[in-house]
């Protein structure tokens, strides 16, 4: 797994939509990778708001039933675009409105607060470093002095970098070039709770 980024969008209604990209290098003895298992934090998703592609080309085997990893999550079967020995290949998939990703804050302050965990691998499957990155937006009209981060995880930088997005979204960035693609790695940020409505907090 040479490269995982992955956009997450903290919708003002209170739900979250994922952006992923992985690109992969098979190794040359290997099988071809004709599936592509991504976990997903909440089981309360609708597969028909997930799309894919390899290297641009549209895939439409996704389903929870050929989901192998532990908890909940969808399987991307590549078909024909299968990435195969010794060859490279971009996945994206795009997953709309998950719901309840939103909590109270336990500072206890008016703050909602939100944790995401990338997909990872089992490490019997992938061998070497994973150049990562995990950009947070938050819900608009979130001004930059209002939200904080939560601790990083070891390894990595102990802040994200912050910025705007082309929406004027606050975004903060986690990246790590020498990251694990098999190892639990958990984000999380809080912000104050009047920029989602009330009963999207769980």
């Known amino acids: ?8 969008y903290w919708q003002e209604d209170g739900s979250a939509s994922l952006a992923y990209e992985f690109i992969f290098t098979n190794n040359q003895s290997a099988s071809p990778i004709d599936y592509v298992d991504v976990g997903l934090p909440r089981s309360n998703f609708d597969v028909s708001n997930i799309t894919a592609d390899v290297n641009g080309q549209p895939i439409t085997d996704i389903s929870r039933s050929g989901y192998q990893g ?16 010794g060859e490279s290949g971009r996945v994206h998939m795009y997953v709309g409105a998950l719901r309840d990703v939103v909590y109270k804050d336990s500072e206890g302050d008016e703050y909602a607060s939100v944790v995401f965990t990338p997909t990872w691998f089992g490490s019997q499957y992938i061998t070497g470093d994973t150049d990562m990155m995990v950009i947070f937006h ?7 002095d ?11 930088p102990s802040e994200p970098e912050t910025g705007l997005d082309e929406d004027g979204r606050v975004t ?3 990246a ?27």
Request: charged letters at 10%.
């Open 138 to 144: 938050l819900p608009p009209g979130i001004q930059p």
């Open 146 to 156: 209002e939200p904080r981060w939560h601790a990083s995880p070891s390894g990595w």
């Open 172 to 174: 903060y960035t986690w």
């Open 176 to 202: 790590n070039p020498d990251a694990s693609g098999s190892k639990q790695y958990e984000f999380g940020a809080s912000f104050p709770d009047d920029y989602i409505p009330a009963a999207a907090i769980t």
């Open 70 to 85: 532990s908890g909940t999550g969808v399987a991307l079967g590549l078909g024909a675009n299968a990435i195969q020995p």
């Open 1 to 8: 797994l040479d490269q995982l980024t992955v956009h997450v």
